[in-house]
């Protein structure tokens, strides 16, 4: 007895979930390395970590201190 085999197409859309914030909150001052760990805890690749923390620099929720605090974000997730 032949089998037979279907194709059914799968399309994969991720979301981003936008938060509700104040726009008069104070971005929360955090260090790269506590950053990089925290998103790395929930994270499944090094480039969901890269573009997870590259996503929440640039929307100004979180204000990095320390050694990196001035630093472009375009150079540190380049």
């Known amino acids: 007895m032949e089998q037979t085999h279907f194709a059914i197409p799968v399309d994969h859309f991720p979301a981003i ?16 390395l506590e ?3 925290a998103v790395s805890e929930v994270s499944g690749s090094e480039q969901e970590v890269m573009a997870t923390v ?11 201190s320390e050694n990196f605090r001035d630093t472009p974000v375009a150079k540190l997730c380049g």
């Open 17 to 32: 979930h936008e938060i509700e914030r104040n726009p008069s909150d104070e971005p929360r001052p955090v260090t790269l």
């Open 35 to 37: 950053l990089v760990e």
């Open 54 to 64: 590259t996503y929440m620099l640039n929307s100004g929720r979180i204000r990095l």
